[in-house]
C-alpha cells in the first residue's frame, strides 16, 4: 500500500483521533445529550477491538453494530481503490473512538441482527461527559444515518448531524464514497447497485399500482430511479409532511440500498429516508 491509499488513510486517522482528544463544540455530553436517541440501558463494558467501521467486539466476547448509521462496505481481500480506503479509513476513525475505552449500551428494537451481533447505540466518555459514537462518526463524516433508525424523532437529530458534516465536506464527504448520485444517472446508479447510496434529483412522477407506489425520476424506468413504497406504509409517509403524492416535481434526497428491478430501484418503508433537497 502506498501513494494516495497511505495520505488518505493518515488524514483520515488524524481527523478522527482529534475528534477525541479536542471533541467539537457540537459533541454530546449527558447533560445536553439529544434526549430521542437515549434508548434503553443495556448494560456497560470495555471494547478490545473494532471489526468493521460500525462493529465492535467487547471484552466479554459480545459483538456490538452501532444502530442508526451506515458506513462503507468493508473491502474484499487484496481489494484497493477509494472504496478500499474509505471504509479502511472509517475502521480507524471508530476504533479511535472506542477502542480501550469503556462504552455505555442502549438499545431500541431488535436486539441483534441476522448475524448474532448486539444493534445498539454506544456513548463513550463517563461521569457527566457521555457521547454517542453514532452521533460523533456522524458529525465527523466518518458515516451516514441509516435507512431505517427505528424512531423517527432520533432519525430527525441524526440526520442533522449529517447534513452539518456535508456542508462542511468533512470526512468522507469531500471523498468520491460519499458522493450523493444524480437520480438520472444511469452509469453512476448502476455502480451504487447493491449499495447504501444517497440519490437526488426531481421527481418525474408518482404512479401507483397494484399496492405498491411508485415515485419515478425520470420517463424512463431503466435509466433512472424509481422509488417504491408500499401502499400499507403511506399514511404513515403522509403524517411525516411525505405523502407520495405531494413529492410529484419536488426535488428529493433518497438513501437506500439500491437494487435492479428493470432498472434501478430503491424501498422506502421509512418517512426519514426521503427529505425534500430544497430546504437543505
Known amino acids: ?45 470495555k471494547v478490545r477491538a473494532v471489526s468493521d467501521g460500525r462493529s465492535f467486539i467487547l471484552e466479554d466476547g459480545r459483538e456490538i453494530r452501532l444502530a442508526g448509521i ?28 472506542v477502542v480501550d475505552q469503556t462504552v455505555e449500551l442502549r438499545q431500541n428494537g431488535a436486539p441483534a441482527d441476522r448475524y448474532g451481533r448486539t444493534l445498539a447505540l454506544a456513548y463513550v466518555g463517563g461521569a457527566d461527559a457521555w457521547r454517542s459514537v453514532a452521533h460523533e462518526m456522524l458529525a465527523r463524516g466518518f458515516a451516514r444515518v441509516a435507512a431505517h433508525v427505528g424512531d423517527r424523532a432520533c432519525a430527525e437529530e441524526l440526520l442533522g448531524e449529517e447534513r452539518a458534516a456535508r456542508r462542511a465536506k ?60 408500499s401502499k400499507r406504509d403511506e399514511s404513515a409517509f403522509a403524517a411525516a409532511g ?8 419536488r426535488r428529493l434526497r433518497v438513501r437506500g440500498w439500491i437494487e435492479e428491478r428493470n432498472g434501478p430501484r430503491i424501498e422506502a418503508t421509512r418517512p426519514e429516508q426521503i427529505e425534500i433537497a430544497e430546504r437543505n
Not at 411525505?242 to 416535481?249: F, G
Open 242 to 249: 411525505r405523502a407520495p403524492k405531494s413529492l410529484e416535481a
Open 70 to 97: 451506515e458506513v462503507p462496505l468493508p473491502p474484499a481481500a487484496g481489494e484497493s481503490g477509494p472504496n478500499a480506503e474509505a471504509a479502511l479509513a472509517v475502521r480507524a476513525a471508530l476504533a479511535a473512538i
Open 170 to 229: 468533512l470526512g468522507l464527504w469531500s471523498e468520491p464514497y460519499y458522493v450523493i448520485v444524480a437520480a438520472d444517472g444511469a452509469a453512476e446508479l448502476a455502480a451504487a447497485r447493491g449499495r447504501f447510496t444517497l440519490v437526488e434529483g426531481k421527481a418525474w412522477s408518482v404512479r401507483e399500482s397494484a399496492g405498491t407506489i411508485y415515485i419515478n425520476f425520470g420517463p424512463r424506468w431503466g435509466e433512472a430511479l424509481t422509488v417504491t413504497i
Open 1 to 45: 500500500m502506498g501513494g494516495r491509499w497511505d495520505v488518505a488513510l493518515a488524514r483520515f486517522c488524524c481527523v478522527s483521533c482529534m475528534a477525541v482528544i479536542f471533541p467539537a463544540a457540537g459533541a454530546r455530553s449527558e447533560s445536553g445529550a439529544p434526549t430521542a436517541c437515549r434508548f434503553e440501558p443495556a448494560g456497560a463494558a
